[in-house]
């Protein structure tokens, strides 16, 4: 099972730090992606990390304001937004896949992802 939280309003320039925990059966993975969607949109991969080869994704759009990390203690992944933007506005997954890739192929490829949380929504606007 993966939960995620920590979504919200957030002005333009602001921050949000997202939290992935998982539990059960989505211990045994390979990766965690963080994908978001918007109205009306595909479901996008924002950053994904690769637990094989320890690599780590940054879609184009977020690089530079966005940082993936995790706390292998708690099983939790963190995805840390900042200089937020209207355009980050979005529901959030994060997902587990049971595959060994890179994070980039992992990113590009959702199809490969089998356990989903709910989703947390992030919306950017003054």
């Known amino acids: 099972q993966l939960v995620e ?3 919200g309003l957030v002005q333009p320039g602001g921050s949000v730090r997202l939290s992935c925990a998982a539990s059960g059966a989505s211990l045994d993975y390979y990766g965690i992606g963080w994908f978001r ?3 009306g949109a595909e479901r996008d991969g924002v950053s994904c990390i690769s637990m094989a080869d320890g690599s780590t ?3 184009d759009s977020v690089k530079g ?3 993936l990390s995790r706390d292998n203690a708690t099983n939790t992944t963190y995805l840390q937004m900042n200089s937020l933007k209207p355009e980050d506005t979005a529901v959030y997954y994060c ?3 049971h595959v060994i890739t890179t994070a980039q192929i992992m990113c590009l490829q959702r199809g490969l992802f089998t356990s989903w949380g709910q989703g ?3 919306t950017v606007s003054s």
């Open 5 to 7: 939280s920590g979504g």
């Open 37 to 39: 969607q918007a109205p």
């Open 57 to 59: 994704y940054y879609a």
């Open 65 to 67: 304001r966005v940082t």
């Open 95 to 97: 997902a587990a896949l």
């Open 120 to 122: 947390t929504q992030v």
